[in-house]
Structure formats: C-alpha cells, structure tokens
C-alpha cells in the first residue's frame, strides 16, 4: 500500500528511516527513538509526515520509564502520565481534589504540585490502573458506604480471598 501525501495525494512519497528520532509528538521534549519510524517527504509539494511502529506500546515504555525516574517530575511528564492512564484535567480534578485550573499550572510548571499527586500518577502508571472491576475515578465522589466482610480461605498454607 502506497503511502499518499496528505495535502495533495501524491503517491510518490520519499522516505527514509532516521537512526534516531526526536519523537516530539510525545508533547515531551526528551524523547529519542532508534529504529522504529519512517519519515515521508512529498516531492511535489514538500509536506513531510511520519509513520511510527506501535505507538501504544511505545507509550506504555515512555510511561513505565517516566513512573519510575529517581527525581521529581516536570510538568509534561506529569501530564503525560495523566494522558496514559485516561484521565481528562476535570477527571483527574475530582479525583485529587484539586481545581482543573491547578493541575493546568502544574502542567505548565508554574505550580509543583505535592508529591502525593506525583505518587498518585506514578502508582496509577505502575499498577496500569485501568484496572476493569475498579475505576480511580470513582474515588473523586464521596459516597455513602458500608465497610463489607472479607473472608479468606487457607489452602495449601496460601490464603485465597473468598467470595462475598
Ligand atoms: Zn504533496
């Protein structure tokens, strides 16, 4: 399949794979891949364009390394992690109770916001918190509650969590 320019539609695209790319698109400004990507120039009218390999995968690695970095985070970390784990500025808002307007400027690093924020994206990124049976989000509305039972079964000196 012949890539197409997407300005004009030519189909004679020139390409070329970098030995390393500055992967800008990532909103980050730090970002080098090797291998993995093909840039696309239109002889006619000059549009460049790109093609990258499995960017989920790659912003799981992006994610997964920015989780684990031994210092604090900056502001487009922050709101790449936020973007990894699904979360829109009001939704991560309501969770942390902070106003959209903080997390903005946390974002944009006019604010550094607790390390409690911080640990809140960084354990989200870890435990890929998407998890299906619990959803963060609802842990931004305060509801009534009752504490349930748990029940744990020995087998094999292992302890199973039983069934409600
Ligand atoms: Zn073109």
């Avoid at 090797?34 to 840039?39: F, N």
């Avoid at 903080?102 to 354990?123: C, G, N, Q, W």
């Avoid at 609802?138 to 039972?149: M, P, Q």
Wanted: hydrophobic residues 35%.
């Amino acid at each position: 399949m012949a890539r197409k320019c997407t300005k004009c539609g030519h189909s004679g695209l020139k390409s070329h794979e970098p030995s390393v790319y500055h992967y800008r698109l990532s909103a980050l400004d730090n970002v080098y891949l090797t291998g993995g990507v093909t840039e696309y120039i239109c002889p006619k009218c000059g549009t460049k364009s790109v093609a990258v390999k499995n960017v989920a995968g790659l912003h799981k690695a992006i994610a997964a390394s920015i989780a684990t970095t031994k210092r604090r985070l900056g502001g487009k970390e922050l709101r790449f992690l936020r973007e990894q784990i699904g979360f829109s500025a009001e939704e991560l808002a309501k969770v942390v109770e902070y106003s959209e307007d903080h997390i903005r400027k946390i974002e944009s690093d006019s604010h550094t916001p607790k390390a409690t924020y911080e640990m809140f994206l960084r354990v989200a990124i870890m435990r890929e918190m998407q998890a299906p049976e619990y959803d963060l989000r609802e842990l931004g509305e305060r509801k009534e509650y009752a504490i349930e039972e748990l029940n744990f079964m020995n087998k094999d000196h292992s302890w199973i969590k039983m069934a409600a």
